[in-house]
Each structure stands twice: as structure tokens, then as C-alpha cells.
């Protein structure tokens, strides 16, 4: 599968910006979708994931209550709405598949997109 990020920009702190997904060459609903970011001297972190479309999300602490996760199987698309951004949110974000029907962690994910850059003042 081919992911490809868009959303990305500037937001003013306390914001919403909607970041999505688009997968190619294969059904994003085949494998468990994450997104993750890293922000400059920072080490990749996984922000949160997605079985399926009508799975549970999971979500890193530092975006619980903030973040949501979705998924359109009929777009093909990877969606994560952030809200009420923070100076800490500012990242590129990552969309990431992991090829299994499994989805316990942020492990193991083999396809990666380019990044989209979400900065906040």
C-alpha cells in the first residue's frame, strides 16, 4: 500500500486542523492504520491507531481527548482531527499500515507515507 498525508500547516494554539490519508495499491482496511509523529530532536511517536473502521481507536496520553482517529473505507482515507492544539503537537505526521489483522501496539508498522508538517504557534 502507497499513503500519501496532506492537512498538514499552521495553526494557532487551541486550534483544529484535520490531517488525512489516502491509501493506493491496496484496501486500508486490510491492516491496522496509526498515525504517528517527531518532532525535531524527538524520538517517532505513535499518536494513535486503528484496527478497523469500526474498532476502538487507541491513543497516546499526550492526545487523549483531543485527537480522534477515523477511517473511510470507501475513500480509502486515513483521517486524524486534532483539537485544541498545543506548542507539543507541533510535529509531521506520519500515517503509517501494518499488514496484519492485529493491532496491540504501535510495533511492526511496514508502510510509511511522506509526512505532512503541523506547526503551532
Known amino acids: 500500500v502507497q499513503l500519501v498525508e496532506s492537512g498538514g500547516g499552521s495553526v494557532q494554539a487551541g486550534g483544529s486542523l484535520r490531517l488525512s490519508c489516502v491509501g493506493s495499491?491496496?484496501?486500508?482496511?486490510?491492516?491496522?492504520m496509526g498515525w504517528f509523529r517527531q518532532a525535531p530532536g524527538k524520538e517517532r511517536e505513535g499518536v494513535a491507531r486503528l484496527k478497523t473502521a469500526r474498532s476502538t481507536p487507541v491513543y497516546a496520553d499526550s492526545v487523549k481527548g483531543r485527537f480522534i482517529i477515523t477511517q473511510d473505507n470507501a475513500r480509502n482515507t486515513l483521517y486524524l482531527q486534532i483539537h485544541n492544539a498545543t506548542s507539543e503537537d507541533t510535529a509531521m505526521y506520519f500515517c503509517a499500515a501494518r499488514p496484519s489483522v492485529f493491532c496491540p501496539d504501535f510495533e511492526r508498522f511496514d508502510y510509511w507515507g511522506q509526512g505532512t508538517q503541523v506547526t503551532v504557534s
Open positions: 495499491g491496496s484496501n486500508i482496511g486490510n491492516y491496522c
